[in-house]
C-alpha cells in the first residue's frame, strides 16, 4: 500500500525545533507500522528536507541541534524517512495541467493533488489544517476525498485491513496514551472471538470509557456497571493477579475484564459468553 508524505504540512508552524520533535512521536510510530510490510511504501518529494518547521529553520537545520537521545532518535528516523526513495515528484502521476484545489487554494504539484492521482493517504504533520481529518479536493467539476493522518490512531481506524493489522494490535494502538491500557492484550484474550458488529460495539464502549470526565463518573454510569469482579476459588478465572480485578459491560452480557492501574485501565480478557461473570 502507498502513503504520501505531506510536504503541505510544514509551513513553519512549530515555535521551536523541540516542541516539532516532540511532535514526531505520533509520525515515527506510523512510519514503523507502514513499513512493518515491506511492500508498503511512503512517497515524498525530493526536497523534503528543505520544508519550514519554524519560521526560519528547515528539517536540514536539524543536525546543528543538540537534542535529548530520544528527540535525537525521532530526528534520525525522520531523516531517514525523507532521504529514502520513492520519490513522486521524479514520476508524477497527477496531471500537472489540471487545476487542484482545496479550500479556494491552488494545490496543484503538491502531496494533495498527487494522493488524488495515487488514491492514497496523506501521511500528516502536527498541523490544525490536516490532523486527523479527511481533506476536500476539487479538479474540475469531481470532488476527491483525501485523508490526512497524523495520529497512529486515525491510521488503525482507517487502514487497519489494508496494512493487515489484527485486532489485537489495533486496539493497542488506538488507545495508546488513553485511559484505556490494551498493552497486555494477546491473541487469546477475546477479541479474536467476536463477531465483527461485537467488536465494533467493544470499541465505542471503549471510547466511551475514555471520554468520561473521571472515574467518578466511570462509577455512575450505569450503562458500563464499572465493578468489582468477585471470583474465588476454583472458580477465579483471574488466579494469581495481586491486583483487584475489575470489570464493565460493552454489551447486554459482555464483560471487559482487567485492573485500575494509576490513571489506566489495564484490559486483561474481553469476554463474549458471560461465563466468567456468571462466575464472579
Not at 61 to 67: A, E, R, S, T, V
Not at 117 to 122: N, Q
Not at 255 to 268: T, W
Request: glycine fraction near 6%; aromatic fraction near 12%.
Amino acid at each position: 500500500m502507498d502513503f504520501i508524505l505531506n510536504e503541505k504540512s510544514l509551513h513553519g508552524q512549530f515555535e521551536n525545533v523541540e516542541t516539532f520533535l516532540k511532535s514526531l512521536k505520533n509520525n515515527i510510530r506510523c512510519f514503523d507500522i507502514i513499513h512493518k510490510k515491506t511492500e508498503n511504501r511512503i512517497y515524498k518529494i525530493v526536497d523534503f528536507h528543505k520544508c519550514y518547521i519554524t519560521g526560519d529553520k528547515q528539517i536540514c537545520d536539524l543536525k546543528y541541534q543538540p537534542n535529548s537521545d530520544e528527540l535525537l532518535r525521532f530526528q534520525i528516523q525522520l531523516t531517514e524517512e525523507i532521504y529514502t526513495k520513492p520519490y513522486w515528484d521524479e514520476n508524477v502521476q497527477h496531471d500537472m495541467d489540471e487545476e487542484y484545489m482545496w479550500q479556494n487554494e491552488n494545490v496543484t504539484a503538491t502531496a494533495l493533488a498527487e494522493a488524488v492521482a495515487h488514491k492514497s493517504s496523506l501521511l500528516s504533520f502536527d498541523s490544525d489544517q490536516y490532523r486527523d481529518q479527511v481533506l476536500c479536493i476539487q479538479k474540475g467539476d469531481r470532488d476527491y476525498k483525501v485523508l490526512s493522518i497524523y495520529s497512529p490512531g486515525y491510521l488503525a481506524q482507517n487502514h487497519s485491513k489494508d496494512l493487515s493489522i489484527g485486532r489485537c494490535e489495533e486496539l493497542k494502538i488506538l488507545y495508546e496514551g488513553t485511559r484505556i491500557d490494551c498493552s497486555l492484550l494477546e491473541s487469546k484474550s477475546g477479541q479474536d472471538f467476536l463477531e465483527q458488529h461485537e467488536y465494533e460495539l467493544l470499541k465505542k464502549t471503549l471510547d466511551k470509557f475514555v471520554r468520561h470526565e473521571s472515574w467518578e463518573s466511570i462509577d455512575l454510569d450505569d450503562g458500563l456497571e464499572y465493578k468489582k469482579y468477585h471470583g474465588s476459588g476454583k472458580s477465579d478465572w483471574f488466579t494469581g493477579y495481586p491486583q483487584t480485578i475489575m470489570k464493565f459491560r460493552y454489551s447486554g452480557k459482555q464483560r471487559v475484564f482487567g485492573y485500575r492501574k494509576g490513571d489506566r485501565f489495564r484490559v486483561l480478557y474481553i469476554e463474549r459468553d458471560h461465563k466468567i461473570s456468571d462466575k464472579g
